[in-house]
DNA sequence: TTGACAAGCGGAACATTGCTCCACATACTC
DNA sequence: GAGTATGTGGAGCAATGTTCCGCTTGTCAA
């Protein structure tokens, strides 16, 4: 209503207000240490201990996520981003089969890292809902265009539909247990170097 | 000790005692509300809540039951024996083709049931990790007897791998939803009606 | 049938934890 | 520097898992 809302609404793009510093500061600080602590205790960790780890009340963590789902929600989605933006990082610090091959193992190791969330997306909170396309929304892009990059440089003959290499990887993961990655590498090599050559006719069985 | 103990002991095969009429009751009491409660409310539904339906006390509920994860992997057992025993019951009351169809169904409905569990079974817990084999251990017989059955009866021409049958409808009920069990009655019927008939020679791709 | 007592029962009480509320503090605007 | 919207912190509430223990009851020898 007033000039100075006004003046602050131009300055930004759709809310009122931007968050103020402190505010920001402490956002970062909870889903770091609710990072960390989802890690070591699994996602039913108590809202109490994040809040301590991060250095803040309890009330300043419920204020920015109401419910523990809309923590845990945040936290995979950073790392989503995460995961998904290193993908153009090592595009650009790598030959494009090298790129693809590192982002594919940080790619395993972040699934690695979501057993315990694997049981929360099945829970029916409506606050997990969306994280699956949130997942596919970001990842497939990703890896398209590392594959794509990696074709167009003739290091891989075939490029195979990324969602689909996602779900192979992501079952291989689900399936193992936790100190099976280093069987999960061994597939993820095979299915690297399957990649590489051309791909012969199948026949027969 | 006592010479008591002793006959006691002889007339039962291995703990000191048989338990008592009342505690036999109300076990069984405990595991039938649990069941039901946990197919309307979900296996997190409140402890209380299902004393109460049992007609017990919270005390009784915890010594038969230390641990809630406890009583959700006993009616998990209790209901994989149910479904498990249904086999013979179906195999003598009805012609092999038959049997087997039937029993396919109580498995659909069976895993149809256990949405929620399904995370629980991912949770970490140790009370659950016996489960996945006591769930083999039990279907895999029932069903290699069914199919054997009808094969023997000349009803149906293959016999697949109980294991990768087992697993292939149960993946059907995971992936869809509850109300996509129609669906999953669909394919089963093709999975049956495919092991009817010699299997072709598979080709190309 | 009865008495004795171990086995079992029930629920009050405690512990933990998700979440709310509001008096107080502080970053931002002018 | 003052005023105020914004944000903070943690006491406290409610729900729920779990323990504890005095009372009740099924069981069995006599």
Redesign the pocket.
């Known amino acids: 209503m007033t ?2 809302k006004d ?2 609404k131009v300055s930004k793009d759709e809310k ?2 931007p ?5 920001l500061r ?1 956002e970062d600080a909870v889903l770091q240490a609710a990072k960390e602590i989802f890690l070591t205790s699994g996602v ?5 201990d994040i809040a301590a780890k991060a ?6 963590l ?3 996520f ?3 789902s809309d923590l845990v929600a945040s936290v995979f989605r950073r790392e989503v981003d995460d995961c998904a933006a290193k993908a153009t990082t090592l595009a650009t610090e790598n030959a494009p089969l090298k790129a693809l091959k590192l982002w594919l193992k940080c790619y395993v190791d972040f699934l690695a890292t979501k057993k315990g969330l694997a049981a929360a997306l099945h829970s029916g909170d409506p606050a997990f809902e969306a994280l699956p396309a949130y997942f596919r929304a970001n990842f497939e892009p990703a890896l398209t265009s590392l594959l794509i990059a990696a074709r167009d440089s003739g290091e891989i003959k075939e490029v195979v539909d990324p969602y689909d290499l996602l779900r192979a990887i992501g079952n291989l993961s689900v399936t193992n247990n936790a100190d099976d990655i280093k069987h999960t590498y061994r597939i993820l090599d095979l299915l690297i170097n399957g990649l590489q050559f051309e791909k012969k006719t199948s026949r027969g069985v």
Chains 1, 2 share one sequence.
């Open positions: 000039k100075q003046a602050v009122k207000r968050l103020r510093a402190d505010a402490n039913n960790a108590p809202v109490r250095g803040v009340g309890i009330g300043t419920y204020r920015r109401p419910q523990r």
